[in-house]
T-cell receptor, first 115, second 109 residues
Framework: DVKVTQSSRYLVKRTGEKVFLECVQD?????MFWYRQDPGLGLRLIYF???????EKGDIPEGYSVSREKKERFSLILESASTNQTSMYLC??????????????FGSGTRLTVV | QKEVEQNSGPLSVPEGAIASLNCTYS??????FFWYRQYSGKSPELIMF????GDKEDGRFTAQLNKASQYVSLLIRDSQPSDSATYLC?????????FGKGTTLSVSS
Protein backbone atom coordinates (compact mmCIF):
# COMPACT_ATOMS: atom_id res chain seq x y z
CA ASP A 1 0.00 0.00 0.00
CA VAL A 2 1.21 3.50 -0.79
CA LYS A 3 2.53 5.44 2.11
CA VAL A 4 3.41 8.96 3.19
CA THR A 5 5.14 9.01 6.54
CA GLN A 6 5.55 12.02 8.76
CA SER A 7 8.25 11.57 11.33
CA SER A 8 6.38 12.90 14.37
CA ARG A 9 2.73 12.76 15.34
CA TYR A 10 3.05 15.32 18.12
CA LEU A 11 5.74 17.91 18.63
CA VAL A 12 6.20 20.64 21.24
CA LYS A 13 8.77 23.34 20.57
CA ARG A 14 9.76 26.60 22.15
CA THR A 15 9.39 30.02 20.56
CA GLY A 16 12.45 30.89 18.52
CA GLU A 17 13.57 27.30 17.94
CA LYS A 18 14.38 26.04 14.47
CA VAL A 19 11.97 23.20 13.72
CA PHE A 20 12.22 20.48 11.10
CA LEU A 21 9.17 18.50 9.99
CA GLU A 22 10.04 15.49 7.89
CA CYS A 23 7.97 13.69 5.29
CA VAL A 24 8.90 10.57 3.34
CA GLN A 25 6.92 8.84 0.58
CA ASP A 26 7.53 5.42 -0.93
CA UNK A 27 5.53 5.85 -4.14
CA UNK A 28 8.19 7.46 -6.33
CA UNK A 29 5.94 10.50 -6.63
CA UNK A 30 7.31 13.65 -8.26
CA UNK A 31 5.13 16.11 -6.39
CA MET A 32 5.14 16.73 -2.67
CA PHE A 33 3.23 19.30 -0.64
CA TRP A 34 3.05 20.85 2.80
CA TYR A 35 -0.22 22.19 4.19
CA ARG A 36 -1.28 23.44 7.56
CA GLN A 37 -4.81 22.91 8.87
CA ASP A 38 -6.41 25.21 11.40
CA PRO A 39 -10.00 25.30 12.69
CA GLY A 40 -12.07 27.72 10.66
CA LEU A 41 -9.30 28.23 8.10
CA GLY A 42 -9.14 24.82 6.49
CA LEU A 43 -6.15 23.42 4.66
CA ARG A 44 -3.73 26.07 3.42
CA LEU A 45 -0.83 25.40 1.08
CA ILE A 46 2.57 26.39 2.43
CA TYR A 47 5.05 25.05 -0.14
CA PHE A 48 5.26 22.35 -2.74
CA UNK A 49 7.92 20.67 -4.81
CA UNK A 50 7.62 19.12 -8.27
CA UNK A 51 11.12 17.67 -8.44
CA UNK A 52 14.30 17.24 -6.45
CA UNK A 53 15.70 20.62 -5.42
CA UNK A 54 12.69 22.40 -6.97
CA UNK A 55 10.18 24.25 -4.84
CA GLU A 56 7.29 26.64 -5.23
CA LYS A 57 5.67 28.92 -2.69
CA GLY A 58 2.11 28.26 -1.80
CA ASP A 59 -0.36 30.68 -0.28
CA ILE A 60 1.25 31.12 3.14
CA PRO A 61 5.04 30.62 2.84
CA GLU A 62 6.07 33.34 5.29
CA GLY A 63 8.09 31.98 8.19
CA TYR A 64 8.70 28.64 6.46
CA SER A 65 11.24 27.12 4.12
CA VAL A 66 11.55 23.68 2.56
CA SER A 67 14.18 21.26 1.42
CA ARG A 68 14.02 18.43 -1.09
CA GLU A 69 17.39 16.80 -1.57
CA LYS A 70 15.99 13.36 -2.46
CA LYS A 71 12.86 12.48 -4.36
CA GLU A 72 11.28 10.61 -1.48
CA ARG A 73 11.87 13.21 1.24
CA PHE A 74 10.40 16.70 1.67
CA SER A 75 11.21 18.72 4.77
CA LEU A 76 9.41 21.74 6.15
CA ILE A 77 11.55 24.12 8.18
CA LEU A 78 10.31 26.71 10.63
CA GLU A 79 13.26 29.06 10.82
CA SER A 80 12.25 30.61 14.14
CA ALA A 81 9.09 29.04 15.53
CA SER A 82 6.36 31.34 16.74
CA THR A 83 3.14 30.64 18.62
CA ASN A 84 1.05 31.44 15.53
CA GLN A 85 2.66 28.45 13.84
CA THR A 86 0.95 26.11 16.27
CA SER A 87 -1.07 23.94 13.92
CA MET A 88 -1.62 20.55 12.32
CA TYR A 89 0.85 20.11 9.48
CA LEU A 90 -0.03 17.72 6.68
CA CYS A 91 2.33 16.40 4.04
CA UNK A 92 1.03 14.95 0.78
CA UNK A 93 2.41 13.52 -2.42
CA UNK A 94 1.09 12.89 -5.92
CA UNK A 95 2.25 11.76 -9.34
CA UNK A 96 2.24 14.38 -12.09
CA UNK A 97 -1.15 15.61 -13.34
CA UNK A 98 -2.05 15.59 -16.99
CA UNK A 99 -4.80 13.02 -16.99
CA UNK A 100 -3.65 11.19 -13.91
CA UNK A 101 -6.43 9.56 -11.94
CA UNK A 102 -4.75 10.23 -8.66
CA UNK A 103 -5.25 12.93 -6.11
CA UNK A 104 -2.98 13.35 -3.15
CA UNK A 105 -1.99 10.77 -0.63
CA PHE A 106 -1.70 12.43 2.77
CA GLY A 107 0.51 11.58 5.70
CA SER A 108 -1.01 11.20 9.14
CA GLY A 109 -0.05 14.72 10.16
CA THR A 110 2.14 16.38 12.76
CA ARG A 111 0.45 18.39 15.48
CA LEU A 112 2.96 21.09 16.35
CA THR A 113 2.58 23.20 19.47
CA VAL A 114 4.87 26.19 19.92
CA VAL A 115 5.07 27.44 23.50
CA GLN B 1 -14.49 36.10 -3.57
CA LYS B 2 -13.04 33.09 -1.82
CA GLU B 3 -11.25 30.66 -4.02
CA VAL B 4 -13.27 27.63 -2.88
CA GLU B 5 -16.54 27.96 -0.98
CA GLN B 6 -18.45 25.30 0.85
CA ASN B 7 -21.24 25.54 3.39
CA SER B 8 -19.65 24.67 6.72
CA GLY B 9 -22.72 22.83 7.97
CA PRO B 10 -23.40 20.82 9.87
CA LEU B 11 -25.56 19.07 7.33
CA SER B 12 -27.75 16.59 9.14
CA VAL B 13 -29.49 13.73 7.33
CA PRO B 14 -31.17 10.55 8.56
CA GLU B 15 -29.71 7.17 7.76
CA GLY B 16 -30.65 6.02 4.28
CA ALA B 17 -31.22 9.53 2.92
CA ILE B 18 -29.31 11.33 0.17
CA ALA B 19 -26.74 13.87 1.34
CA SER B 20 -25.90 16.69 -1.06
CA LEU B 21 -22.67 18.62 -0.63
CA ASN B 22 -21.97 21.68 -2.71
CA CYS B 23 -18.89 23.64 -3.69
CA THR B 24 -18.20 26.69 -5.83
CA TYR B 25 -14.79 27.78 -7.06
CA SER B 26 -13.42 30.96 -8.57
CA UNK B 27 -10.50 29.82 -10.74
CA UNK B 28 -11.79 29.09 -14.25
CA UNK B 29 -8.44 27.46 -15.00
CA UNK B 30 -9.11 24.57 -12.64
CA UNK B 31 -9.00 21.34 -14.60
CA UNK B 32 -9.70 18.65 -12.06
CA PHE B 33 -11.83 18.47 -8.95
CA PHE B 34 -11.44 16.21 -5.98
CA TRP B 35 -13.57 15.30 -3.00
CA TYR B 36 -11.90 14.24 0.23
CA ARG B 37 -13.42 12.90 3.42
CA GLN B 38 -11.82 13.71 6.76
CA TYR B 39 -12.78 12.03 10.00
CA SER B 40 -12.08 13.91 13.20
CA GLY B 41 -8.40 13.66 14.11
CA LYS B 42 -7.51 11.91 10.87
CA SER B 43 -5.97 12.91 7.55
CA PRO B 44 -8.10 13.58 4.48
CA GLU B 45 -8.74 10.57 2.27
CA LEU B 46 -9.69 10.71 -1.38
CA ILE B 47 -13.27 9.76 -2.23
CA MET B 48 -13.41 10.59 -5.91
CA PHE B 49 -12.46 13.04 -8.61
CA UNK B 50 -14.05 14.48 -11.71
CA UNK B 51 -12.59 16.22 -14.78
CA UNK B 52 -15.44 16.57 -17.22
CA UNK B 53 -18.79 18.31 -17.06
CA GLY B 54 -21.63 16.06 -16.01
CA ASP B 55 -21.97 13.27 -13.50
CA LYS B 56 -19.57 10.58 -12.36
CA GLU B 57 -20.73 7.72 -10.19
CA ASP B 58 -18.68 5.50 -7.91
CA GLY B 59 -20.73 3.22 -5.68
CA ARG B 60 -22.91 5.34 -3.40
CA PHE B 61 -21.10 8.52 -4.43
CA THR B 62 -21.87 10.76 -7.41
CA ALA B 63 -19.81 13.81 -8.28
CA GLN B 64 -21.33 16.47 -10.49
CA LEU B 65 -19.40 19.19 -12.30
CA ASN B 66 -20.61 22.30 -14.11
CA LYS B 67 -17.63 24.34 -15.26
CA ALA B 68 -19.75 27.11 -16.74
CA SER B 69 -21.31 27.72 -13.32
CA GLN B 70 -18.05 26.90 -11.52
CA TYR B 71 -19.91 24.44 -9.38
CA VAL B 72 -19.11 20.95 -8.20
CA SER B 73 -21.17 18.75 -5.92
CA LEU B 74 -21.07 15.38 -4.20
CA LEU B 75 -24.13 13.24 -3.62
CA ILE B 76 -24.04 10.41 -1.12
CA ARG B 77 -26.87 7.93 -1.53
CA ASP B 78 -28.11 5.64 1.24
CA SER B 79 -26.18 7.67 3.82
CA GLN B 80 -24.73 5.69 6.72
CA PRO B 81 -23.62 6.84 10.18
CA SER B 82 -20.08 5.96 9.08
CA ASP B 83 -20.36 8.73 6.46
CA SER B 84 -20.39 11.30 9.28
CA ALA B 85 -17.27 13.35 8.59
CA THR B 86 -16.07 16.60 7.06
CA TYR B 87 -16.05 16.65 3.26
CA LEU B 88 -13.46 18.78 1.50
CA CYS B 89 -13.80 20.06 -2.03
CA UNK B 90 -10.47 20.60 -3.83
CA UNK B 91 -10.14 22.10 -7.30
CA UNK B 92 -6.75 21.99 -8.93
CA UNK B 93 -4.57 25.06 -9.33
CA UNK B 94 -1.70 24.03 -11.55
CA UNK B 95 0.14 21.24 -9.79
CA UNK B 96 -1.51 21.83 -6.43
CA UNK B 97 -4.96 21.41 -4.94
CA UNK B 98 -6.72 24.24 -3.18
CA PHE B 99 -9.09 23.08 -0.50
CA GLY B 100 -12.37 24.47 0.71
CA LYS B 101 -12.96 24.66 4.45
CA GLY B 102 -15.22 21.65 4.28
CA THR B 103 -18.79 20.70 5.05
CA THR B 104 -19.49 18.66 8.16
CA LEU B 105 -22.00 15.87 7.55
CA SER B 106 -23.86 14.16 10.37
CA VAL B 107 -25.86 11.01 9.59
CA SER B 108 -28.23 9.95 12.35
CA SER B 109 -29.31 6.34 12.82
Amino acid sequence: DVKVTQSSRYLVKRTGEKVFLECVQDMDHENMFWYRQDPGLGLRLIYFSYDVKMKEKGDIPEGYSVSREKKERFSLILESASTNQTSMYLCASSPPWGGSNYGYTFGSGTRLTVV
Amino acid sequence: QKEVEQNSGPLSVPEGAIASLNCTYSDRGSQSFFWYRQYSGKSPELIMFIYSNGDKEDGRFTAQLNKASQYVSLLIRDSQPSDSATYLCAPSRGTALIFGKGTTLSVSS
